[in-house]
């Protein structure tokens, strides 16, 4: 195969660049309307009252802490098993991440284990979707409700997926999702918050510009049109009319995209399952749909991954790790004295897992190769 195969990469199409070329021409290339259009497209995918666009999902992340009022000497309990904003987004407001274990059944938190971690401290639960799988949110439900804390679900990997019927965005208090290149839809870079909280809604348009409103609500004084006052301390976390214009035609793909997803996951399930020393992906129960952001495979321990990487990646098959535990990195081992052994299953899912190719336009051409490839090993 002379093209090189990415594990993941965006799929732009024509009107996609002729919707961008056309808010490039517009009056407003950044805090216009096509960021509320955005917005309004993704909640009313998702079936929630409110949404909040943001720079990055990193950011979006970091604004739920704010909104929903995290601070220090607070703690969130999240998996270890994701990218490092998710843990990272509760230091930025002074709280402690504190790791659960996966569950080895679908790569996500243990709910079983997450009640034993709760402490006077504990303010909210951060579950990860992983790979698109829905996490089982009626337990972490019964959980929060029962200690009084929040929800804030990290689904930069699931929109689109579903749990009881219902796409995932409605069951927790705060749900983020990530629009980066090799999401279900991007806008090169970008998050979102979407929640049916007015006041989590308020806070979250606050934090992302600067910490001001002119919103005469809720204005202390008024010293005229022009007035505006700065009423906490936030950050420019805005996104760009010229991204969210993107974001709309992208999401009028979205069911296209995921469909395509679900087909290739399925492909390589079947090619794969009479493959003695590969484990493919979990899928969800009855009434549950995964978003397969990624097509993660678990190697048998007697298979070297670091040969197996290297080889594919020799024979232009762009696999990737995902993720190192955040545990694990250095900063968090100095900090918070982690170490090997402290996440078993996660380490160990680590150890053993490696992600294929898989996204809209991935080729059938391209799938049977990785699959050859793969398979002749």
């Known amino acids: 195969m002379k093209e090189f195969i990415p594990y993941g990469r965006q799929n732009i199409d024509e009107e996609d660049i002729e919707t961008v070329i056309e808010a490039l021409r517009s009056d407003w290339i950044t805090q216009g309307l096509k960021v509320d259009e955005f917005e309004a497209r993704v909640k009313e995918f998702c ?22 009022g995290i601070g220090p000497g607070d703690e969130v309990i999240t998996t270890p098993l994701t990218f490092a904003a998710t843990a990272n987004a509760a230091l930025y407001v002074g709280a402690r991440p504190i790791f659960v274990d996966i569950d080895q059944k679908n790569y996500c938190i243990d709910t079983g284990k997450i009640e ?26 019964e959980i929060a409700d029962k200690h009084d804390l929040l929800v804030i679900e990290d689904a930069a990997h699931a929109l689109g997926a579903e749990r009881d019927g219902a796409k995932v965005g409605a069951q927790a208090d705060m749900t983020m ?13 970008g998050g979102m918050i979407i929640c049916s909280n007015p006041e989590y809604w308020r806070r979250l348009k606050l934090f992302r510009n600067h910490g001001i409103t002119k919103d005469t609500e809720y204005l202390e004084a008024n010293d005229g ?23 709309i ?25 009479d493959v003695n020393w590969l484990q493919t992906p979990p899928r969800p129960s009855s009434g549950g749909r995964h978003a397969y952001h ?12 670091t040969e197996l990487f290297t080889w594919l990646r020799e024979h232009d ?14 900063y968090y081992r100095r900090r918070f004295g982690h170490k090997l052994g402290d996440f ?34």
């Open 344 to 377: 078993p299953q996660a380490e160990n899912f680590y150890n053993r897992e490696i992600s294929l190719p898989l996204f809209p336009g991935l080729t059938p051409e391209q799938q049977e190769y990785v699959i050859e490839i793969v398979k002749g090993i």
């Open 116 to 141: 034993a971690a709760i402490t006077p401290r504990t303010r909210a639960i951060v579950p990860v979707d992983y790979a698109g799988y829905p996490v089982d949110m009626k337990p972490i439900r």
């Open 225 to 247: 049109p022009w007035y505006y006052e700065m009423q906490e301390l936030g950050y420019n976390f805005r996104i760009t009319d010229i991204q969210c214009a993107l974001g």
């Open 177 to 189: 999702f990530s629009f980066h290149p090799v999401k279900h839809i991007t806008t090169g870079e």
């Open 47 to 68: 079936g929630a009252r409110y949404a909040v666009a943001f720079n990055s999902g990193t950011s979006a992340l970091h604004a739920a802490m704010f909104a929903a």
């Open 294 to 305: 990624l097509y993660p495979l678990l190697l048998a321990g007697n298979i070297d991954r």
């Open 249 to 273: 035609s992208q999401m009028k793909k979205l069911e296209k995209f995921l469909g395509e997803r679900r087909l290739l996951a399925a492909k390589y399930d079947r090619e794969f399952s």
């Open 317 to 330: 098959i762009g696999v990737q790790v995902h993720y190192i535990p955040v545990h694990l990195q250095p």
